[in-house]
């Protein structure tokens, strides 16, 4: 049987990474228990940015309602903590017995992948502005999904899951479930754009006439590509889902899009690392040092958070129009020139 080569990092990755790993796993015991559940939460962030570039950023397709999926991962794994909720509506499964936490995540992710399938088979086969205007309408249909059948999802206010459903109830052992939780993302989305895939993955977004002529079925891989896509961001609000212990509407919301978006492309889109480093760079922006600067400003002059952080991107769509990762990238290939041999 043959065994495919596993794609191989370069030492500065390698340096990168296990100076990341050991940061990741030695903060907790330096920063104070409200920071750390926001860190737990910008691992969960980081999900959602790498899942979304895997369908823009390596297929080139700008799907405008990733939230979708998120959103259908979160209400999955709620539901299947409260099943409850079905009380008086579907009875048969308001008897089932809640499921342990790991399987709720994947159960997250499984379902989100199945409804990324089928909008994406409808979907993919568009061009142009047509996928785009058509995804960016779907968060706001699956929204009011949650308003009509509020008796199942909870309306505007949602519902909790409860405590003893959560992560963990030690916010150090959330934080670690949160960030291994990534790390097994990231692995396993490095090792698929790295691969053969993700080259079919790359020629698509650089030339889809030019990908036919050599024989890739452009369709297929738009649809697998979306539908990866569409799993992680599932595991990523599944695991949101367990890390707060409360579910709402918001995880469909379009200021959530927004954030995915802006991290991604501020870091660089196609390059996994990008993202990364944009959505902790804006997550703990918008969610820590932001609030104390904006207060910072008059009264009288109309700048939030929000105003901010499109001031950032215009900045770095003229400094930096490929993201922030590449001009990190060739700063240190310069510096390394630079060095005597």
């Known amino acids: 049987m043959m065994v495919s080569k596993l794609p191989e990092m370069d030492m500065r990755q390698i340096i990168a990474w296990t100076i990341f790993l050991i940061a990741g796993l030695a903060i907790p015991f330096a920063v104070s228990e409200a920071f750390l559940y926001l860190l737990g939460l910008t691992m969960i962030f980081l999900i959602l940015t790498i899942s979304w570039d895997i369908i823009v950023g390596y297929t080139g397709q700008v799907n405008l309602g990733h939230t979708v999926f998120v959103g259908l991962g979160a209400y999955t794994a709620a539901l299947l903590q409260v099943p409850s909720r079905f009380s008086g509506s579907v009875d048969f499964l308001a008897n089932m017995s809640p499921v342990p936490v790991p399987v709720s995540i994947l159960m997250g992710g499984i379902v989100a992948a199945l409804f990324g399938l089928g909008i994406g088979i409808i979907t993919l086969r568009l061009k142009g502005y047509y996928f785009s205007l058509v995804t960016a309408i779907l968060p706001l249909v699956f929204m009011q999904s949650v308003y009509v059948f509020s008796n199942i999802f909870g309306g505007e206010e949602g519902f909790s899951i409860g405590l003893e459903r959560s992560l963990s109830e030690s916010p150090l052992l959330r934080y670690y479930f949160a960030f291994a939780v990534f790390m097994i993302s990231f692995i396993l989305i490095w090792l698929l754009v790295n691969s053969e895939i993700g080259l079919k993955f790359r020629a698509v977004r650089d030339d889809e006439v030019l990908a036919e002529a050599l024989g890739i079925n452009v369709v297929k891989y738009k649809i697998l590509a979306f539908v990866t896509s569409s799993f992680f961001a599932g595991i990523g609000g599944a695991t949101l889902v367990h890390y707060r212990i409360t579910i709402g509407p918001d995880v469909y919301d379009i200021p959530l899009m927004l954030l995915i978006i802006l991290s ?7 390059t996994l690392y990008g993202p990364v480093f944009g959505g902790f760079a804006i ?11 904006v207060q910072a400003f008059p009264a009288w002059l109309p700048v939030n958070d929000e105003v901010l952080l499109y001031i950032l991107l215009i ?15 060739r700063f240190t290939v310069k510096k390394e020139e630079a060095l005597p041999e």
């Open 315 to 329: 900045v770095v769509a003229v400094i930096a129009p490929e993201g922030l990762w590449s001009k990190i990238k």
């Open 283 to 293: 997550y703990l922006l918008k969610n820590w040092w932001l609030k104390g600067a």
């Open 264 to 270: 991604a492309v501020i870091g660089g889109l196609g």
